[in-house]
């Protein structure tokens, strides 16, 4: 494993700076999968390939995983601390950049597929749940480069407990792109004034698409 782990000079530049070249917040929610596309043509990630993830990617004093654990036969949940509802402490990209040689997702040839696809679902906030709970997170599978050339992007999916829609597929597509520089995930907090300005610790459980073999990676 270890003789694959890349580190690209310049990409935490790049990354560092992905968010203004990202996806608008306020895009349309868009779910499912594209009726075109072929399961073999589905990037998707395991869990043992999720928990490879590694960098928060924003800054030191963000939002941040405080944990992440394997759901047996399922995903992984990862407890997200947001410190605050303020901008730049409510949004996080928890990828797999090749930092500090752990990034064994880092260059994966993906010209044989089309988009790539994780499902979400809301576990809890500050520990519990239920139909009072009106905040609502914006979650997506983010990747980079993107088709269009865009230093990362996901398409966004809206959960919230009071709406009653908790679990969600994102697709982002990839056709176009030769390799892989960050892959994983994005959330943010979706109308910021409805969460504690004091902070907030969100868990999110992330699947692999069902039905779909997850690639091995080199």
């Known amino acids: 494993m270890k003789n694959i782990a890349i580190t690209i000079c310049g990409l935490i530049i790049a990354l560092i700076c992905g968010n203004c070249q990202r996806n608008d917040h306020n895009a349309s929610v868009a779910e499912g999968l594209p009726s075109q596309v072929q399961t073999s043509q589905i990037l998707t990630l395991s869990g043992n390939q999720m928990i490879f993830l590694d960098w928060d990617g924003g800054i030191p004093s963000g939002a941040r995983v405080v944990r992440k654990r394997v759901i047996p036969?399922?995903?992984?949940?990862?407890?997200i601390h947001f410190p605050s509802n303020e901008p730049g402490y409510n949004t996080i990209d928890y990828v797999s950049s090749g930092v500090g040689g752990r990034g064994s997702l880092v260059g994966f040839d993906v010209s044989e597929y089309k988009v790539f696809s994780l499902r979400f679902t809301l576990v809890s906030i500050d520990g519990t749940i239920g139909p009072d709970l009106s905040q609502e997170l914006v979650v997506g599978a983010l990747i980079g480069p993107t088709a269009?050339?865009?230093?990362?992007?996901?398409?966004?999916?809206?959960?919230?407990?009071?709406?009653?829609?908790?679990?969600?597929?994102?697709?982002?597509?990839?056709?176009?792109?030769?390799?892989i520089y960050q892959i994983g995930i994005h959330a943010h907090m979706a109308k910021p004034e409805g969460w504690s300005p004091s902070g907030s610790m969100v868990t999110i459980r992330v699947e692999p698409v069902e039905n779909t073999p997850t690639p091995s990676w080199p």
């Open 73 to 79: 036969d399922s995903g992984v949940e990862f407890d």
């Open 148 to 179: 269009d050339g865009r230093l990362s992007g996901y398409t966004p999916v809206t959960l919230s407990f009071a709406s009653g829609r908790t679990t969600a597929v994102s697709s982002i597509p990839i056709f176009g792109v030769s390799n």
